[in-house]
């Protein structure tokens, strides 16, 4: 899933390494919201970068939505 991900982003003219993606997915997942799937994380994930978010603040950004269990 993220390979694909990361693919898509490629794909959008986002670059990113595979190993900040996870690890921001790794961030986002220690918070543990009930709902939360790596898919749907990956997905809100895409977005925020391709609507151009850098990866700093689509990761805090979701960690927040995660804490409020929006996640």
């Known amino acids: 899933m993220t390979s694909n991900a990361w693919q898509i982003l490629g ?16 961030r986002i997942f220690t918070i543990g919201g009930r709902n939360q799937t790596y898919s749907k994380t990956l997905a809100v994930y895409a977005t925020y970068r391709t609507r151009g978010l850098p990866h700093k603040e689509a990761v805090d950004d979701m960690v927040e939505l995660a804490r409020a269990g929006l996640l």
């Open 11 to 26: 794909n959008e003219g986002v670059s990113e390494s595979l190993q900040n993606i996870m690890e921001g997915m790794n």
